[in-house]
Structure formats: C-alpha cells, structure tokens
C-alpha cells in the first residue's frame, strides 16, 4: 500500500519543508494509536493521582491541563504529517476508555492509597473500617 504521505517517487511533496524534510525519513514504527492512546492514558491517571483531596476548582484544572497536553501530542502527530487525524483520535478516545476501564477496575473513587482490601469493601458498603474509628 503506497504511503500516504509520500509522493509516487516515495519523496516527501513537501520536500522545501525543512520540518517535513527533517521527519519524514524517521516516520515513526509505532502503530499510529499507540502514541496518541499513551499520552491520554498517561495524563489522565497524573490528574487522577494529582487531583486527590484537591477543591473541585484544582481538580479542574489539572483535568483540563491533562486534556490540553494529550490534544497537544495528538495534534503534533498528525500536524507533522506522522499519521492519519482519524488515527489520532481514535488513539486518545482508546487512551481515555483504557482509563476508564483501569480506574474502575481497580478501585475507582473508593481507592485510598495504603488501604487494605477489607477497608475498601467497607468503605463500599457505607461502614467505617475498624482502625479509623
């Protein structure tokens, strides 16, 4: 399958650019989501971590810092003509549902560094856990 990126002659057709001259003899060998689904679930799990016992304003922000960097990567690697916008986006909306999944999985708001499995299930169940009586 020709690239789609590349001329017939398998040159860039940008080739007076010098930031498409510089990237695209080193076209990344990472699948096309894997970059952009990496950097969501990456930044998602720092404001989940960052934004513990934090005021819903700093939650906030820091959510909306995450969601910024992720667009920015993203938008970088379809911007330089690396992948496919459609890749991209399909990439952060894995990222984000990987977390999604990850963060439910294991615990959700009801994870509390430190925490012994019992205390967790007590938690759930609206009972106080012995030693935090």
Request: glycine share 10%.
């Amino acid at each position: 399958m020709p690239d789609p990126y590349l001329g017939a002659a398998g040159t860039c057709p940008r080739a007076a650019c010098s930031t498409c001259s510089a990237v695209a003899p080193n076209r990344s060998n990472l699948p096309p989501k894997a970059i952009a689904a990496t950097a969501a679930a990456f930044y998602a799990a720092a404001a989940l971590l960052l934004g513990r016992r934090r005021s819903p304003l700093s939650r906030a922000l820091i959510a909306g810092g995450a969601i910024s960097i992720t667009v920015a990567v993203a938008s970088t690697r379809a911007l330089l003509a690396v992948h496919w916008w459609s890749d991209v986006i399909g990439g952060v909306l894995l990222g984000w549902a990987w977390f999604a999944v990850a963060a439910i999985a294991f615990g959700g708001r009801l994870l509390r560094f430190g925490a012994t499995a019992e205390h967790v299930e007590q938690a759930a169940r609206g009972q106080v856990p012995a030693a935090t009586r």
